[in-house]
Protein backbone atom coordinates (compact mmCIF):
# COMPACT_ATOMS: atom_id res chain seq x y z
CA UNK A 1 0.00 0.00 0.00
CA UNK A 2 1.20 3.73 -0.70
CA UNK A 3 1.65 6.02 2.21
CA UNK A 4 1.98 9.69 1.66
CA UNK A 5 4.00 11.90 4.68
CA UNK A 6 3.73 15.28 5.25
CA UNK A 7 6.41 16.45 7.67
CA UNK A 8 5.50 19.95 8.52
CA UNK A 9 1.94 20.01 10.23
CA UNK A 10 2.34 23.70 10.22
CA UNK A 11 4.08 26.67 8.50
CA UNK A 12 3.82 30.52 8.58
CA UNK A 13 5.39 32.75 5.99
CA UNK A 14 5.20 36.68 5.71
CA UNK A 15 3.32 37.79 2.82
CA UNK A 16 5.00 38.20 -0.56
CA UNK A 17 7.64 35.81 0.67
CA UNK A 18 8.29 32.11 -0.64
CA UNK A 19 7.97 28.81 0.99
CA UNK A 20 8.21 25.56 0.25
CA UNK A 21 5.99 22.05 2.05
CA UNK A 22 7.97 19.06 1.68
CA UNK A 23 5.96 15.64 0.92
CA UNK A 24 7.67 12.42 0.71
CA UNK A 25 5.55 9.21 -0.72
CA UNK A 26 6.67 5.22 -0.74
CA UNK A 27 5.42 3.22 -3.29
CA UNK A 28 7.05 0.48 -5.57
CA UNK A 29 4.65 1.72 -8.34
CA UNK A 30 6.49 3.14 -11.34
CA UNK A 31 3.41 5.03 -12.83
CA UNK A 32 1.29 7.31 -11.09
CA UNK A 33 0.47 11.00 -10.61
CA UNK A 34 1.17 13.14 -7.74
CA UNK A 35 -1.02 15.93 -6.39
CA UNK A 36 -0.93 18.93 -4.17
CA UNK A 37 -5.04 20.25 -2.92
CA UNK A 38 -5.14 23.38 -0.92
CA UNK A 39 -8.24 23.49 1.63
CA UNK A 40 -9.09 26.94 2.57
CA UNK A 41 -11.23 27.75 5.49
CA UNK A 42 -14.15 27.54 3.72
CA UNK A 43 -13.10 23.48 3.15
CA UNK A 44 -13.37 23.10 -0.42
CA UNK A 45 -10.41 21.39 -1.52
CA UNK A 46 -8.89 22.91 -4.26
CA UNK A 47 -6.78 21.24 -7.19
CA UNK A 48 -3.11 23.30 -7.03
CA UNK A 49 -1.08 21.15 -9.18
CA UNK A 50 -0.54 17.78 -10.84
CA UNK A 51 2.62 16.37 -11.57
CA UNK A 52 3.43 12.80 -13.99
CA UNK A 53 5.93 10.58 -12.56
CA UNK A 54 6.92 10.08 -15.80
CA UNK A 55 7.70 13.53 -16.75
CA UNK A 56 11.06 14.62 -15.60
CA UNK A 57 9.87 18.74 -16.17
CA UNK A 58 8.55 20.07 -12.97
CA UNK A 59 5.31 20.85 -12.51
CA UNK A 60 3.98 25.11 -12.74
CA UNK A 61 1.16 26.56 -12.39
CA UNK A 62 1.51 30.86 -11.91
CA UNK A 63 3.08 30.81 -8.02
CA UNK A 64 3.13 27.26 -7.83
CA UNK A 65 5.77 24.95 -8.58
CA UNK A 66 6.71 21.49 -7.12
CA UNK A 67 10.81 19.90 -7.21
CA UNK A 68 9.76 16.41 -8.22
CA UNK A 69 12.58 13.89 -7.52
CA UNK A 70 11.23 10.51 -8.34
CA UNK A 71 14.12 8.84 -6.69
CA UNK A 72 13.88 9.80 -3.66
CA UNK A 73 10.17 9.95 -3.57
CA UNK A 74 10.03 13.24 -2.72
CA UNK A 75 6.99 16.03 -4.11
CA UNK A 76 7.88 19.58 -2.49
CA UNK A 77 5.15 22.22 -3.65
CA UNK A 78 7.13 25.77 -3.46
CA UNK A 79 4.79 28.90 -3.10
CA UNK A 80 6.21 32.00 -4.42
CA UNK A 81 4.85 35.47 -3.75
CA UNK A 82 2.78 34.12 -1.00
CA UNK A 83 -0.65 36.11 -0.41
CA UNK A 84 -2.61 36.23 2.03
CA UNK A 85 -5.52 33.69 0.51
CA UNK A 86 -2.92 31.14 0.18
CA UNK A 87 -3.72 30.38 3.95
CA UNK A 88 -5.11 27.00 4.27
CA UNK A 89 -4.51 23.57 4.85
CA UNK A 90 -2.44 21.90 2.28
CA UNK A 91 -2.64 17.91 1.19
CA UNK A 92 -0.20 16.22 -1.10
CA UNK A 93 -1.87 13.45 -2.69
CA UNK A 94 -0.58 10.19 -4.32
CA UNK A 95 -2.64 7.80 -7.23
CA UNK A 96 -1.70 5.07 -8.89
CA UNK A 97 -2.41 3.88 -12.20
CA UNK A 98 -3.60 0.37 -12.41
CA UNK A 99 -2.92 -0.44 -16.50
CA UNK A 100 -5.83 -1.76 -17.77
CA UNK A 101 -8.05 -0.27 -14.64
CA UNK A 102 -10.66 2.62 -14.62
CA UNK A 103 -10.71 3.69 -11.21
CA UNK A 104 -7.98 5.94 -9.76
CA UNK A 105 -7.55 6.24 -5.65
CA UNK A 106 -6.47 9.30 -4.24
CA UNK A 107 -4.01 8.19 -1.42
CA UNK A 108 -3.76 11.77 0.51
CA UNK A 109 -1.18 13.06 3.38
CA UNK A 110 -2.34 14.45 6.68
CA UNK A 111 -1.74 17.77 5.40
CA UNK A 112 0.52 21.09 6.17
CA UNK A 113 -1.46 23.81 8.16
CA UNK A 114 -0.10 27.01 5.92
CA UNK A 115 -0.65 30.94 7.49
CA UNK A 116 0.24 33.58 5.72
CA UNK A 117 0.97 36.77 7.87
CA UNK A 118 0.58 39.94 6.93
CA UNK B 1 -18.06 23.03 -17.40
CA UNK B 2 -18.34 20.58 -15.01
CA UNK B 3 -20.14 21.38 -11.60
CA UNK B 4 -20.56 18.75 -8.40
CA UNK B 5 -23.35 19.26 -5.76
CA UNK B 6 -23.15 18.34 -2.15
CA UNK B 7 -26.55 18.73 0.66
CA UNK B 8 -27.27 19.46 2.56
CA UNK B 9 -24.11 21.56 3.43
CA UNK B 10 -24.52 21.04 7.70
CA UNK B 11 -26.50 18.17 9.31
CA UNK B 12 -27.11 17.33 12.69
CA UNK B 13 -28.67 14.13 13.81
CA UNK B 14 -28.93 11.94 16.90
CA UNK B 15 -27.20 8.45 17.23
CA UNK B 16 -29.20 5.84 16.07
CA UNK B 17 -31.02 8.09 13.38
CA UNK B 18 -30.91 7.46 9.54
CA UNK B 19 -28.69 9.52 6.77
CA UNK B 20 -28.78 10.48 3.75
CA UNK B 21 -26.51 12.56 1.83
CA UNK B 22 -26.44 13.24 -1.68
CA UNK B 23 -23.96 13.80 -4.56
CA UNK B 24 -24.46 15.28 -7.97
CA UNK B 25 -22.10 16.23 -10.95
CA UNK B 26 -23.29 18.28 -14.12
CA UNK B 27 -21.47 18.48 -17.29
CA UNK B 28 -19.59 15.04 -17.90
CA UNK B 29 -20.79 11.80 -18.24
CA UNK B 30 -19.93 8.07 -16.44
CA UNK B 31 -17.54 9.91 -14.27
CA UNK B 32 -15.54 8.14 -11.13
CA UNK B 33 -17.53 9.23 -8.10
CA UNK B 34 -15.92 9.25 -4.62
CA UNK B 35 -16.98 9.74 -1.01
CA UNK B 36 -14.05 10.65 1.39
CA UNK B 37 -14.75 11.96 5.17
CA UNK B 38 -12.16 14.22 7.13
CA UNK B 39 -12.51 13.87 10.91
CA UNK B 40 -11.38 17.17 12.50
CA UNK B 41 -7.58 17.89 11.78
CA UNK B 42 -6.87 14.90 9.94
CA UNK B 43 -6.82 14.14 5.99
CA UNK B 44 -9.29 12.58 4.10
CA UNK B 45 -10.36 8.83 4.11
CA UNK B 46 -11.31 7.44 0.86
CA UNK B 47 -14.71 5.61 1.87
CA UNK B 48 -16.57 4.57 -1.18
CA UNK B 49 -15.94 5.20 -4.94
CA UNK B 50 -17.98 3.85 -8.20
CA UNK B 51 -16.95 3.25 -11.79
CA UNK B 52 -20.79 3.31 -12.79
CA UNK B 53 -24.64 2.70 -11.92
CA UNK B 54 -24.80 0.49 -9.41
CA UNK B 55 -20.68 -0.41 -8.86
CA UNK B 56 -19.65 0.46 -5.38
CA UNK B 57 -17.08 -0.21 -3.85
CA UNK B 58 -15.96 -0.08 0.10
CA UNK B 59 -12.90 0.93 1.03
CA UNK B 60 -13.32 0.98 5.14
CA UNK B 61 -15.75 -1.23 6.81
CA UNK B 62 -18.52 0.78 8.18
CA UNK B 63 -22.42 1.10 9.26
CA UNK B 64 -22.25 3.31 6.15
CA UNK B 65 -22.89 2.29 2.51
CA UNK B 66 -22.97 4.32 -1.25
CA UNK B 67 -25.61 3.76 -4.03
CA UNK B 68 -25.54 4.94 -7.29
CA UNK B 69 -28.30 4.78 -8.78
CA UNK B 70 -28.10 7.25 -11.88
CA UNK B 71 -25.21 8.23 -13.95
CA UNK B 72 -24.13 11.53 -12.32
CA UNK B 73 -25.86 10.88 -8.38
CA UNK B 74 -23.94 8.84 -5.59
CA UNK B 75 -25.98 8.68 -2.29
CA UNK B 76 -23.99 8.12 1.08
CA UNK B 77 -26.19 6.42 3.68
CA UNK B 78 -26.90 4.95 7.15
CA UNK B 79 -29.40 2.88 8.89
CA UNK B 80 -28.14 4.20 12.37
CA UNK B 81 -25.85 6.83 13.08
CA UNK B 82 -22.75 6.35 15.55
CA UNK B 83 -20.85 9.19 17.42
CA UNK B 84 -17.90 8.09 15.48
CA UNK B 85 -19.35 9.07 11.90
CA UNK B 86 -19.40 12.72 12.75
CA UNK B 87 -17.29 14.70 10.27
CA UNK B 88 -17.01 16.30 7.39
CA UNK B 89 -17.73 14.29 4.02
CA UNK B 90 -16.78 15.26 0.36
CA UNK B 91 -17.98 13.86 -2.92
CA UNK B 92 -15.24 14.03 -5.45
CA UNK B 93 -15.52 13.50 -9.43
CA UNK B 94 -12.46 12.03 -11.80
CA UNK B 95 -11.86 10.20 -14.98
CA UNK B 96 -10.66 13.62 -16.49
CA UNK B 97 -7.70 13.37 -18.77
CA UNK B 98 -5.12 13.90 -15.80
CA UNK B 99 -7.27 11.69 -13.37
CA UNK B 100 -7.52 14.27 -11.12
CA UNK B 101 -10.60 14.47 -8.80
CA UNK B 102 -12.28 17.63 -8.76
CA UNK B 103 -14.45 18.00 -4.64
CA UNK B 104 -17.61 19.13 -3.82
CA UNK B 105 -18.10 22.17 -1.06
CA UNK B 106 -18.60 19.21 1.01
CA UNK B 107 -21.61 18.31 4.00
CA UNK B 108 -20.83 18.73 7.95
CA UNK B 109 -22.37 16.35 10.21
CA UNK B 110 -22.50 16.24 14.03
CA UNK B 111 -23.85 13.33 15.64
CA UNK B 112 -25.05 14.50 19.27
Known amino acids: AQTVTQSQPEMSVQEAETVTLSCTYD???????LFWYKQPPSRQMILVIR??????QNATENRFSVNFQKAAKSFSLKISDSQLGDTAMYFC???????????????FGKGTLLTVNP | SQTIHQWPATLVQPVGSPLSLECTVE??????LYWYRQAAGRGLQLLFY??????ISSEVPQNLSASRPQDRQFILSSKKLLLSDSGFYLC???????????FGPGTRLTVT
Open chain 2, 50 to 55: SVGIGQ
Open chain 2, 27 to 32: GTSNPN
Open chain 2, 92 to 102: AWGGGIGYEQY
Open chain 1, 27 to 33: TSESNYY
Open chain 1, 51 to 56: QEAYKQ
Open chain 1, 93 to 107: AFMKLKSGGSNYKLT
